[in-house]
């Protein structure tokens, strides 16, 4: 059984930063993917961005150049580093991860683990 924990979530003024983290645990495979979704309230959730066993990494569009995704060399540590965050930032953000090496790492069909989300808002 794999279980994932996010943790690092909290309120920020905009233009501020946090680093949210995801700690894996159980028989999670080294070539599995690992990502962040995000749902704010009342919209469905999103891809927000995923790296895969061999270092590859996927940025959803609204998050790119502010947000970084790493994973850590244990390969069971995953962490987003979170800059010039604004109030549309504002959501309950996922941590993910896969069986194994597969799949379409934006959508979230393709994760089979799931952490119980860490809150995140930004006020104006």
């Known amino acids: 059984q794999v279980q994932l924990v996010e943790s690092g979530g909290g309120l920020v003024q905009t233009g501020g930063s946090l680093r949210l983290s995801c700690a894996a645990s159980?028989?999670?495979?080294?070539?599995?993917?690992m990502g962040w979704f995000r749902q704010a309230p009342g919209k469905v959730r999103e891809f927000v961005a995923a790296?895969?066993?061999?270092?590859?990494?996927y940025y959803a569009d609204f998050v790119k150049g502010r947000f970084t995704i790493s994973r850590g060399n244990a390969k069971n540590m995953v962490y987003l580093q979170m800059n010039s965050l604004k109030p549309e930032d504002t959501a309950v953000y996922y941590c993910?991860?896969?069986?194994?090496?597969?799949?379409?790492?934006?959508?979230?069909?393709?994760?089979?683990?799931w952490g119980q989300g860490t809150q995140v808002t930004v006020s104006s």
């Open positions: 790296v895969t066993w061999s270092g590859l990494l």
């Open positions: 993910a991860a896969t069986r194994g090496p597969n799949g379409i790492y934006r959508v979230d069909a393709t994760y089979d683990y």
């Open positions: 159980g028989r999670i495979l080294s070539s599995a993917a």
